[in-house]
């Protein structure tokens, strides 16, 4: 199976400010890479697929890029709303598999 | 608008099988694919299998022994039936389509605890 080692595992930041979180596959996924942010409580939602593709309704602050086996979503402007974990998944090789998630703190 | 949602028992006994269902609406299991992923408390996402629009399944191979995943096209539904169960399977089991490159909308989830 594909190894995704997805960092860091916990990230504090202040409204406004932009971060980045980051995967790498244990092999070349080919952009089949998507991102989701799941609220406690919640079911995950799709922000990003094919590794840069912003799913419909999602605020533009929201950005993926990467190639190969290097990935990284982007989040610019950070608001109270963006609290959440947030997820990778590769599915170039089945089984599909995540990343272990990033928790994102607002100070 | 595309929705699924799934039910089920909240508690197995160990060694019992587990028997969920999503429900889904907006959309046609014969064109739409369906998964089912779990997630134990405070822990990662795991992929468990798909069911394809063609009804063809695939399995995560680390619990492929002990899944099935089945449908009912006529009354919209996905199944899922896992054996075995074990206290490490409790977790919040999701169905979810497979869209255009991910995996889209989620359902609600359902908790399933695995104790006696």
């Known amino acids: 199976d594909i190894q995704m080692t997805q960092s860091p595992a916990s990230l504090s930041a202040s409204l406004g400010e932009t971060v980045s979180i980051e995967c790498l596959a244990s092999?070349?996924?080919?952009?089949?890479l998507a991102w989701y942010q799941q609220k406690p409580g919640k079911s995950p939602q799709l922000l990003i697929y094919?590794?840069?593709s912003l799913q419909d309704g999602v605020p533009s602050r929201f950005s993926g890029s990467g190639s190969g086996t290097q990935y990284s979503l982007k989040i610019n402007s950070l608001e109270s709303e963006d609290a959440a974990t947030y997820f990778c998944l590769q599915d170039s090789e089945y089984p599909p598999t995540f990343g272990g998630g990033t928790k994102l703190e607002l100070k | 608008q595309v929705q699924l949602k799934e039910s089920g028992p909240g508690l197995v006994q160990p060694s019992q099988t587990l028997s969920l269902t999503c429900t889904v609406s907006?959309?046609?299991?014969?064109?739409?694919?369906v998964s089912w992923i779990r997630q134990p408390p405070g822990k990662g996402l795991e992929w468990m299998g798909v069911?394809?629009?063609?009804?063809?399944?695939d399995y995560n191979s680390a619990i492929k022994s002990r899944l099935s995943i089945s449908r009912d096209t006529s009354k919209s539904q996905v199944f899922l039936k896992m054996n075995s169960l074990q206290t490490e399977d409790t977790a919040m089991y999701f169905c979810a389509r497979r869209s255009y490159g991910g995996y889209s909308p989620w359902g609600q989830g359902v908790m399933v605890t695995v104790s006696s």
């Open positions: 094919y590794a840069s």
């Open positions: 069911i394809w629009s063609n009804g063809g399944t």
């Open positions: 092999e070349d996924i080919y952009n089949n």
């Open positions: 907006g959309l046609s299991l014969t064109s739409n694919s």
